[in-house]
């Protein structure tokens, strides 16, 4: 199972509609983060690997094409639509109202768990809502 979660890290697996119910997410802020470290260390490797091996240092710009088209752009992407999923969430559980829901990790700060469509950490009991009016 760690293996298949790495491999999707490395991947950018993109979070479905079934990490709503899940226990464990596979998609957080996190794991968006993690992901683009592990692409960004590979790739950089490899490409000072490979200019050196060739001597082609002249030519270092090219690997900005590849950290955008392998790293930065596949990474936005899954933001997007991590924040797409996220959004539904909070439309369709009372949590996403609660002021302890944290979205960027798709769990309740209150009791430190994640929370899904089948899972409420506190089963309603401690549910205070956001305030709606801005503290000056």
């Given amino acids: ?3 298949d979660k790495l491999f999707g890290l490395f991947m950018f697996r993109e979070g479905s509609e079934q990490d709503n119910y899940s226990d464990q997410p596979i998609v957080t802020i996190g ?3 993690w992901g683009v470290m592990i692409r960004l260390t590979l790739i950089m490797t490899l490409a000072y690997l490979f200019f050196d091996r060739y001597e082609m240092r002249d030519f270092w710009w ?3 094409f590849f950290i955008w088209f392998f790293v930065a752009f596949p990474a936005f992407r899954q933001y997007q639509k991590f924040q797409i999923r ?3 969430l909070q439309e369709e559980i009372l949590c ?3 002021i302890h829901f944290r979205a960027e990790a798709q769990m309740c700060s209150l009791f430190d768990m994640h929370v899904s469509k089948s899972h409420i950490p506190c089963e309603g009991n401690n549910w205070e809502p956001k ?3 801005d503290s000056d």
């Fill in 1 to 3: 199972m760690k293996i």
């Fill in 31 to 33: 794991s968006i983060v």
């Fill in 62 to 64: 090219i690997s900005f």
């Fill in 86 to 88: 996220i959004n539904r």
């Fill in 96 to 98: 996403g109202t609660c």
């Fill in 131 to 133: 305030s709606t009016l």
